[in-house]
T-cell receptor, first 116, second 114 residues
Framework: DSGVTQTPKHLITATGQRVTLRCSPR?????VYWYQQSLDQGLQFLIQ???????AKGNILERFSAQQFPDLHSELNLSSLELGDSALYFC???????????????FGPGTRLTVL | DAKTTQPPSMDCAEGRAANLPCNHS???????VYWYRQIHSQGPQYIIH???NNETNEMASLIITEDRKSSTLILPHATLRDTAVYYC???????????????FGQGTILTVHP
């Protein structure tokens, strides 16, 4: 158990819909990262938040957005869903901004999103 | 971040050492080598990381060549539960625009058999 929690574990929805994925980082961790894993693209970095502020962006679509709240949990919002958005979505957390030697990322169990 | 090259798959007998190679010939002086593994569709699990010295923890050992262009992850006594995809990742630990993101490649599928 990494200490990172994600809800829900599974999500089935229809095209065009909007969903919210939730992540709680390990106690004391200030950074939260979101990754997407699809069959054809592998594990890809989406976005990072550090202490409530967006820190880095990766291959995140404009239909997707995220935020980190004062209690440091994070939500990833996916809207206008398409079939190709079906994937595993992982959240990870680390102690600090992400570039320190102590900033090992610990991953949650993931949310499996199926878009029908 | 530097690119890594790993064999797509490897086999290992249970109880034997599993040696997983990784090539990172374009690694920079401030880039660390990280290893993660992913069992089935679970979240990636951190294993170990290092800069230039060999490292050991309760899970594995990491051997980095003197020129730092390659490394080997060693699982000393592989078990069936070590069957997973193993990812070798190179990452800067000194600021810059990449911050903390991890860039995953295709990894090595390690199969441990009885």
């Amino acid at each position: 158990d990494s200490g990172v929690t994600q809800t829900p574990k599974h999500l089935i929805t229809a095209t065009g819909q909007r969903v919210t994925l939730r992540c709680s980082p390990r106690s004391g961790d200030l950074s939260v990262y979101w990754y997407q894993q699809s069959l054809d693209q592998g594990l890809q970095f989406l976005i990072q938040y550090y202490n409530g502020e967006e820190r880095a962006k990766g291959n995140i679509l404009e239909r997707f957005s995220a935020q980190q709240f004062p209690d440091l949990h994070s939500e990833l919002n996916l809207s206008s869903l398409e079939l190709g958005d079906s994937a595993l979505y992982f959240c990870a957390s680390s102690l600090s901004v992400g570039t320190q030697i102590t900033d090992t990322q610990y991953f949650g169990p993931g949310t499996r999103l199926t878009v029908l | 971040d530097a690119k890594t090259t790993q064999p797509p798959s490897m086999d290992c007998a249970e109880g034997r050492a599993a040696n997983l190679p990784c090539n990172h010939s374009t690694i920079s002086g401030n880039e660390y080598v990280y290893w993660y593994r992913q069992i089935h569709s679970q979240g990636p699990q951190y294993i170990i990381h290092g800069l230039k010295n060999n490292e050991t923890n309760e899970m594995a050992s990491l051997i980095i060549t003197e020129d730092r262009k390659s490394s080997t992850l060693i699982l000393p006594h592989a078990t069936l539960r070590d069957t997973a995809v193993y990812y070798c990742i190179v990452r800067v630990n000194a600021g810059g625009t990449s911050y903390g993101k991890l860039t995953f490649g295709q990894g090595t599928i390690l199969t441990v058999h009885p």
